[in-house]
């Protein structure tokens, strides 16, 4: 049989195929028994190590701290990064490079920041009592603990909750230090994590001693005065190397609370607080009972500071604004002419602390900030919150707030700026974006129908200004808020609601563009920077370039009426002033956790936020804390302080208010007679020397003047100089 199939050896080769088969099949059950083998063998092995009572608890005892301890160490690792990213050592080094003189806008001295390292007190020089009433009394484990002393933050911890109150503290020298060096006064979780991390990296780093000295040159005494020597020049007037034991008792005291225990501001205090110290320092071994009796017996008396009344807030952030403009340029000793009114800055600090103590428990709300400057950006006052000696996180220039509805000046600008007229309609009725809809304040979606734009804006109805927003692009508006000075502000569906944070600075500079008729307000609190010679090294005039204009001026004309109608009769008519005109917008973020008040006269552009550190929404027995409440009457109380003249300039768009027609013919009508008469009231002794005209016509205004109070018509300057009795229609109210 002719088989071409075994002719060609494919039965040799299948045959070959079917070895292979048996082959590992064979060796699959060898490894199968062999795999048993091993696992019985293992298994034999580990059961020698049975553990079974109390070898057996302490193993998995071990095992879960050894995983609990990785994770644990994979989370510090992860909290620890943002810590090290504040430790700029350059902070403790350049920052002690400068010191800086302060002058007001008038050139008188108002205080000064800033440490000159070469004149720095060594730690050797300052008196022991001094050392050791601070260590007893801010942190008596200093030299035991690794920067963070876990006994004293247990004791603290246990201290508050049985008296359900912060009665104790439990930070450390060092902590407070890292915080002095890198970090905030901000009261947050945040900032303590980072607080304690940069503490043990400030162990690793320095020596005890080296802490301890950059602690006394750097920490807050009150006044103005930072470290001990500038402490004991202010209230003693004195080096630090010669005040007694009942000083240096006053001294330590103060570390806690600045402002509540300075002895220049409340003396009985200032001495408890010292007898508390002295007390510490017996608690402590440092000194007996016997020692410190003098000190009790004979209190230190202070040097008379009656008078002595720092901008604390303002020198702060305007001495940030120093070390960014001459950073670079070696000059270290320097003296910077600034831009405050003391006048309106510490009436600013007024307003705010009194709103605060009489509206603040009822209402929820323990925090705020005030600023306050001219339509070319010139800061005149900075308040950062209630009480600086408590707390120095300056919430004028660091917080980062939600604007709520004052945010929608901006998107109403951008659509102005786009082709939008004043007059044109817009449709009250939701939109969609995205899954979101917004709702206006009453919670309704809208009633549906045209409204003007004049209308929407003065009742802040939230549809309108999201389909604006949607209409004129989201990235319009943020281009716009950027050239206005404001960072950060994200195109999402909300953003005409005001729901990115910015700081009150940025906020009230943005309004000032519209002040001025358009033209970039960028805040600036130093004018003129010279240096230890007198030689002028930075200028504002000569260096700065001219402000430029960012929207014409038809549309900060038309955004200013709209502003108008907002406190005439709209959300803001709280803020009404019964002697110039003012604008302005409110604002309320939701959960009722920020209300803000925005707005100018001819003259100053201020804003006001109201709020709570810790975020929590601010509520009443009628709801919630909104813009046109508190903050609203916070500003409206600042202007009636702050304007002194009535010769106010014209908000640009609206007509002349009728006190300001009557001032100006008033100012007139004195230099008409006298030029020596043109300024304020005028020396009114030199009545008698004045013309019979002169004196009918001063009359005449004085009448004006008490008709524009009264909200009466008032007359004209050229009719009123002829005696006419035909009124002139002033500007009309709602």
């Known amino acids: 049989m002719n088989d071409w199939f075994f002719k060609q050896g494919s039965r040799r080769k299948l045959s070959e195929w079917f070895g292979w088969d048996r082959w590992f099949s064979a060796g699959d059950d060898q490894l199968v028994e062999r795999l048993k083998d091993g696992y019985n063998a293992a298994s034999s092995w580990f059961a020698r190590m049975r553990l079974s009572g109390s070898r057996r608890a302490l193993c998995e005892l071990g095992s879960e701290s050894l995983t609990l301890g990785m994770a644990g160490f994979v989370v510090l690792y992860a909290l620890a990064i943002p810590a090290f990213e504040e430790a700029d050592e350059a902070k403790w080094l350049t920052t002690g490079q400068y010191s800086v003189t302060f002058l007001d806008r008038t050139g008188a001295e108002i205080g000064r920041r800033g440490i000159n390292i070469d004149d720095a007190i060594p730690l050797e020089e300052v008196p022991d009592t001094l050392v050791k009433a601070t260590l007893a009394t801010e942190d008596r484990r200093f030299f035991e603990h690794f920067g963070v002393d876990i006994v004293g933050t247990l004791r603290a911890l246990i201290s508050n909750v049985r008296a359900n109150d912060v009665v104790q503290g439990g930070s450390t020298l060092t902590q407070q230090l890292a915080k002095n060096l890198f970090l905030s006064s901000e009261r947050s979780l945040t900032r303590k994590i980072k607080e304690a991390f940069l503490a043990v990296w400030l162990e690793a780093r320095l020596t005890k001693r080296e802490i301890l000295k950059l602690y006394l040159d750097r920490a807050y005494m009150g006044g103005g005065a930072f470290g001990v020597e500038a402490a004991a020049q202010f209230y003693f007037g004195k080096s630090v190397r010669e005040i007694s034991l009942a000083e240096a008792a006053m001294m330590a005291g103060l570390y806690k609370a600045p402002t509540k225990y300075a002895p220049h ?81 510490f009436a600013a600090e007024r307003v705010l602390e009194t709103t605060i103590q009489n509206h603040g428990r009822s209402n929820n709300f323990r925090s705020g900030a005030l600023v306050s400057m001219e339509p070319n950006g010139a800061v005149r006052a900075l308040v950062g919150g209630p009480d600086y000696g408590d707390n120095q996180f300056n919430r004028a220039t660091r917080a980062r707030r939600q604007p709520g509805s004052s945010f929608k000046t901006y998107v109403y600008a951008a659509a102005l700026n786009n082709g939008y007229r004043i007059n044109q309609s817009l449709r009250d009725s939701t939109v969609r974006c995205g899954r979101w809809s917004p709702k206006n304040y009453n919670g309704s979606s809208g009633s549906g129908r045209r409204v003007s734009m004049l209308d929407a804006f003065r009742r802040s109805l939230n549809t309108t200004a999201v389909r604006l927003s949607l209409a004129v692009k989201r990235r319009t508006v943020v281009d716009l808020t950027k050239e206005l000075g404001i960072r950060g502000v994200r195109p999402s569906c909300s953003m005409a609601l005001g729901d990115t944070g910015i700081t009150p600075l940025e906020h009230t500079g943005g309004y000032a ?173 030199r009545r008698d020397q004045m013309p019979k005209e002169t004196k009918s016509a001063l009359d005449a205004i004085a009448e004006n003047l008490k008709r524009a109070r009264e909200g009466k018509s008032v007359l004209s300057p050229s009719v009123t100089r002829a005696q006419s009795t035909e009124p002139r229609r002033g500007p009309s109210r709602s």
């Open 265 to 345: 501001i409340n003396l009985p205090a200032a001495r408890a607080r010292a007898n508390d110290v002295l007390s510490n320092l017996v608690e402590a071994g440092f000194f007996t009972s016997g020692q410190v009796y003098a000190a009790r017996l004979k209190p230190a008396k202070p040097i008379d500071r009656i008078e002595s009344r720092t901008p604390d807030w303002f020198l702060d952030w305007a001495f940030e604004e120093v070390q960014r403009v001459m950073r670079g340029r070696g000059t270290y000793v320097l003296t910077a002419r600034t831009t405050v009114d003391l006048e309106l800055q």
């Open 513 to 685: 563009t519209f002040a001025n008729g358009g033209k970039r307000a960028k805040p600036f609190g130093i004018t003129e920077i010279s240096d230890s010679k007198g030689a002028v090294v930075w200028s504002r005039d000569r260096d700065e370039k001219p402000a430029e204009q960012i929207v014409p001026r038809r549309v900060a004309r038309d955004v200013n009426r709209l502003m108008h109608s907002v406190v005439e009769a709209g959300t803001g008519q709280r803020a009404k002033l019964e002697f110039t005109h003012a604008v302005g917008k409110t604002g309320t973020s939701s959960s009722y956790r920020d209300a803000w008040f925005m707005g100018f006269t001819g003259q100053f552009v201020t804003g006001v936020w109201l709020g709570n550190d810790n975020y929590r929404p601010m509520y009443r027995r009628r709801g919630g804390v909104t813009g046109g409440s508190y903050p609203a009457q916070a500003w409206q109380a600042y202007n009636a302080l702050a304007h002194k003249s009535m010769d106010i300039p014209t908000i640009i768009g609206l007509a002349d208010h009728p006190t300001q027609i009557a001032e100006r013919a008033r100012l007139a009508a004195l230099r008409a007679s006298d030029p020596t008469l043109a300024g304020g009231d005028g020396p009114r002794g």
